[in-house]
């Protein structure tokens, strides 16, 4: 089994910044993609940014130039730098990782227990 810790989250003003991070433990043989989503009230879950195993990354259109994710392959790490946030960016964030348990294991979708990003005007 995976399990991921995340933290960073918090309360920010419009124009704020602030650090996600998301370690992964456990029984770990392989990470491949680990990415950011996020849910807002009354809304579907989004993907924010991923990043492959070869550290190629992809944002969500809404997070480009803004946020910057990163991993630290030795620490099982993935991270989210937001800069100038806005209220619209007020939600949950939870941490994906694709992840192999064992060697023999097909490659299997982990998630994060969420953390509350609020922004305020």
């Known amino acids: 089994q995976v399990q991921l810790m995340e933290s960073g989250g918090g309360l920010v003003q419009a124009g704020g910044s602030l650090r996600l991070s998301c370690a992964a433990s456990?029984?770990?043989?392989?990470?491949?993609?680990m990415g950011w989503y996020r849910q807002a009230p009354g809304k579907q879950r989004e993907l924010v940014a991923v990043?492959?195993?070869?550290?190629?990354?992809n944002y969500a259109n809404s997070a480009k130039g803004r946020f910057t994710i990163s991993r630290d392959n030795a620490k099982n790490t993935v991270y989210l730098q937001m800069n100038r946030l806005k209220p619209e960016d007020t939600a949950v964030y939870y941490c994906?990782?694709?992840?192999?348990?064992?060697?023999?294991?097909?490659?299997?979708?982990?998630w994060g227990q969420g953390t509350q990003v609020t922004v305020s005007s």
């Open positions: 994906n990782v694709v992840a192999a348990a064992q060697k023999w294991s097909s490659p299997y979708d982990y």
């Open positions: 990043i492959s195993s070869g550290s190629s990354t």
């Open positions: 456990g029984s770990i043989f392989r990470i491949s993609a």
